[in-house]
């Protein structure tokens, strides 16, 4: 498993940033990680999800996935067994917010399981770059919640 975790403060409401995390559309120009949006379901505090994307750059299998918000500080989701994605990996994460004076204390979580024979390969490829990949994507984020800079996808 790899994992990569950001914390930044967002001057903008709990509110304002789990409606932009849990618009993909919107959330793939901060996570860079996701390419095409090929589904959307909503239901009241679950979303179904498919997409696909790249890993440092590499493409990867479209997934499926399950996001729950648990509670007003707690986003969750999980990757949902789905061809081909079920051959290469599962992932699971989530957004926690903590209300403060200035804002909105976000921590992102995002970790990949990998599947032999993918793991011996991918793990060391991506576990650097995964760690700061997360943690520029939330600097982006914030860029694009602020309203500070126009961010662009590269």
């Known amino acids: 498993m790899i994992e990569g975790i950001g914390t930044i403060l967002i001057a903008r409401p709990p509110q304002a940033i789990a409606d932009f995390v849990t618009d993909l559309e919107s959330y793939k120009l901060a996570d860079w990680k996701i390419g095409r949006v090929l589904h ?22 479209a997934v499926k996935l399950e996001l729950t918000r648990v509670d007003p500080h ?62 520029a994507e939330m600097q982006r ?5 602020e309203g500070s800079v126009s961010v662009r996808r590269c």
């Open 141 to 145: 984020m914030k860029a694009i919640l």
């Open 74 to 135: 707690t986003i969750r989701y999980r990757s949902l067994t789905s061809f081909p994605s079920r051959f290469v990996l599962r992932f699971e994460g989530g957004f926690d917010f903590r209300l403060t004076p200035d804002g909105t204390e976000v921590t992102h979580t995002e970790r990949f399981h990998f599947y032999w024979p993918w793991k011996w390969l991918a793990e060391p490829f991506l576990r650097d770059w995964l760690a700061q990949d997360v943690q």
């Open 40 to 61: 959307q379901e909503r239901s009241d505090e679950k979303i179904i999800m498919r997409h696909d994307g790249r890993l440092r750059g590499l493409p990867g299998p």
